[in-house]
């Protein structure tokens, strides 16, 4: 028998969790989480939970891999086999490594690579709880956790998903609506509202598909607002240390 609810949105506009159709999940993040990479963050949206490490610039081996103009970015998205109801098995699935490689060319307009030749960059996202979105979490928290490593950026990279229930747009989907809902669109973009992302399942018409992006660029602010507070936090924190003569 299927869960699939008989209605998404109410009589007064709210979705099951009680959000607005253009409302983002709660989320929070932290920066510098793990010790041993050169960047790291662990974020939380809704019930999402993604660590981000970055590792790099660093030589790349072996060096016939090695681009000589510039760095090369791998990044590996990655569910923990507890991030699920059902235990995922473990290691890389055609799922996974289609996202990685997506999310990996969802940095490569941003990250100025051409700094670094025959260096590479490695950006894992480790899933550690899935409730919907995690591509587009993992894309949040890599963003920040290249940033915490140091790695020269374009501009902040920010991500979210639009999708249609009950014939209506709405932004950013939890379980329910990503399960049985009629589209699901993830998409990243940079600060400047370039599109970096975006994968489309299910069906909307053009003129929807143009209001997807509208309401994914409101998402993505919003976000980009937590990132660039995530950021100034730690930076102010690190201004107020006092630096001693000894
Ligand atoms: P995203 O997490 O980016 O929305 P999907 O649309 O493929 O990606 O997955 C939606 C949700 O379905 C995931 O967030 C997760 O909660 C769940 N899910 C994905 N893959 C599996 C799996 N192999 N087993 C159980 N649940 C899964």
């Known amino acids: 028998m299927s869960d699939k609810p ?15 159709v ?4 709660p989320m929070k993040m932290e920066i510098g989480v793990l010790s041993r990479a050169d960047g790291s963050c662990y974020l939380e949206w809704g019930k999402n939970k993604v660590l981000a490490a970055v590792y790099g610039p660093r030589e790349l081996h072996p060096r016939r891999l090695q681009k000589a103009d510039s ?8 569910m923990a086999a507890f991030s699920v109801e059902d235990r995922i ?7 996974s490594i289609e996202i990685s490689k997506v999310s990996r060319e969802a940095f490569e307009p941003v990250v100025l690579t051409h700094l670094y030749p025959g260096a590479v960059i490695d950006v894992f996202a ?12 993992a894309i949040n928290a890599a963003c920040m956790a290249l940033a915490d490593a140091g790695i020269p950026m374009k501009g902040l990279v920010s991500a979210c998903a639009v999708g249609k229930v009950d014939g209506q747009l709405v932004l950013d989907l939890n379980k329910p609506e990503d399960n049985y809902g009629d589209a699901d669109i993830p998409m990243a973009m940079t600060s400047d509202g370039e599109i970096t992302l975006v994968q489309m399942d299910g069906d909307v018409t053009p003129e929807e598909f143009k209001q997807a992006i509208e309401m994914c660029k409101e998402g993505c602010r919003q976000i ?7 950021l100034r936090n730690k930076f102010t924190k690190l201004d107020d240390v006092e630096i001693s003569d000894d």
């Open 126 to 137: 480790e899933v550690l709880q899935a409730d919907a979105g995690t591509r587009t979490a």
């Open 22 to 25: 253009d409302e983002i999940r």
């Open 6 to 20: 008989e209605k998404f949105i109410d009589e007064n506009g709210l979705r099951l969790d009680g959000r607005r």
């Open 89 to 95: 098995r473990p290691g890389p699935s055609r799922r």
């Open 224 to 230: 980009m607002e937590i990132q660039k507070e995530t």
């Open 71 to 78: 760095a090369l970015i791998r990044y590996r998205y990655n």
